[in-house]
């Protein structure tokens, strides 16, 4: 029944998909159908009614829609300039210093706002034009904008992560948080070696221009307001100052407060946000409701140890065994947007990844860094759609030029999937269990 039931979920799912239903609706239809093998179809109904109103029953989740809307706040607040302009004080005298300057500021902004593609569409529409009148190659800075923009969803505050945690059986978001930020510094930093390289080869100098003393004071005073809103909300948390959900109202105010204070908010903008943040919202509130229907049916049917099964069929090396899930993970989130592919597979491959040694927290990292990748991968990522719009070039331009970053990105991947500790290795340091969920 286990094969019938996971079979006709597959099937269902990926026909309402290529027919172009809505996948919030995809999910719900394919789940009652599949669960219906198991249970007489009404009852079926009636469970899954219930199940979605439990499963957005979820006091953690209420985080989502205030850190949502202090990251709408924030695009539209001028952080993202003030930001640009510290991370080229960092590195602006690297060769190929706009390219490394974008790459820090996506890092600091996406974490930040939580999301990859404010990123992308602040720092693209920034830097890019600059870049382009001192002679940069365009596909250039669109490849380092769209490979270093979603560092954001791994490097707290991330909504992917509490969105994990909601689904994994309620892995403590404190720990989370702390466990992405190695995982997605290595992935800035590594993009960074590779634009490096292309600026020596193309003869790409670093900022020419002279940066007196108090000109650095201002800029670092600039951004400092920006910079402490992640040590307050992530520091509050830490210290169990106030729960992630209190630290998302936390940071709507001082987001807002911020803005306010630089004068780029007006009341007709805050509308638009607060409207904006509301169907954002709406679209994953839906999504978590009718995931855990999908996520009921396949713990009721036992799938997990099905495909378990079938794994250890084709080896019993961990090492295999971690290496498919990687490889279908990186597939699928090439199709799928991550928040949907996080409420399917978690509780699929979760309780593989514990089987082969990994924590909820090291696996939750680990799966949320294969689908970061599909939002700059064709032929649905997100991120490379808007990197490539702002730019105003091709997508076929910019694929040739991001490989080498696909590379280095991947194999930040593999160092998280084989050597967990480097995810797990903050939280730990600082009290965490990593082991179990809490």
Request: with cysteine; charged share 5%; net charge positive.
């Amino acid at each position: 029944m286990t094969l019938t039931v996971g079979l006709t979920m597959a099937i269902v799912l990926v026909a309402l998909l290529v027919l172009g239903v809505p996948i919030c609706i995809s999910i719900a239809i394919s789940s009652v159908v599949a669960g219906a093998g198991a249970l007489d179809f009404n009852m079926m109904l009636q469970t899954g009614a219930q199940r979605t109103f439990t499963g957005i029953s979820v006091f953690t989740l209420i985080a989502i829609p205030f850190f949502i809307l202090a990251g709408n706040i924030m695009n539209q607040g001028g952080i993202a300039i003030r930001l640009m302009n510290f991370a080229n004080l960092l590195v602006g005298k690297l060769p190929g210093a706009y390219a490394h300057t974008n790459s820090m500021a996506n890092m600091m902004f996406g974490a930040i706002s939580g999301s990859g593609v404010a990123a992308a569409s602040a720092m693209g529409t920034i830097i890019g034009p600059v870049a382009e009148k001192e002679g940069y190659d365009k596909n250039f800075m669109a490849t380092v904008n769209i490979a270093t923009a979603p560092t954001g969803l791994l490097i707290p505050p991330s909504n992917t992560l509490i969105t994990y945690s909601l689904v994994s059986g309620g892995t403590s978001v404190a720990a989370l948080f702390l466990a992405g930020y190695i995982p997605g510094i290595l992935w800035g930093l590594g993009c960074m070696v590779i634009a490096f390289i292309y600026a020596k080869k193309n003869g790409y100098k670093g900022s020419s221009q002279k940066i007196t003393f108090p000109i650095a004071l201002k800029i670092i005073f600039d951004a400092l307001p920006s910079l402490l809103l992640i040590i307050i909300v992530i520091g509050g948390i830490i210290v169990g100052a106030f729960t992630a959900t209190e630290g998302a109202v936390v940071a709507v105010v001082y987001s807002l407060f911020l803005s306010i204070c630089y004068r780029n908010m007006t009341w007709k903008a805050l509308k638009q946000i607060y409207a904006d943040s509301a169907v954002m919202t709406g679209i994953i509130v839906l999504l978590i409701g009718v995931s855990s229907i999908m996520s009921w049916v396949i713990s009721f049917v036992n799938i997990p140890a099905a495909v378990g099964d079938l794994l250890n069929g084709i080896s019993s090396s961990k090492i295999v065994i971690l290496l498919i899930i990687n490889i279908f993970l990186l597939f699928v989130g090439t199709f799928l947007d991550t928040t949907p592919a996080i409420l399917i597979f978690t509780p699929i491959f979760l309780p593989i990844g514990i089987q082969c040694g990994l924590s909820p927290v090291e696996f939750g990292i680990v799966l949320v860094y294969n689908l970061c990748i599909g939002t700059i991968t064709p032929p649905v990522g997100n991120i490379l759609f808007v990197g490539v719009k702002v730019a105003k070039t091709a997508i076929e331009s910019v694929i040739k030029p991001l490989l080498p970053y696909y590379a280095v990105i991947i194999a930040v991947l593999m160092v998280c999937t084989y050597f967990p500790t480097v995810s797990s290795f903050i939280p730990e340091m600082l009290g965490y269990e990593a082991t179990l969920p809490k």
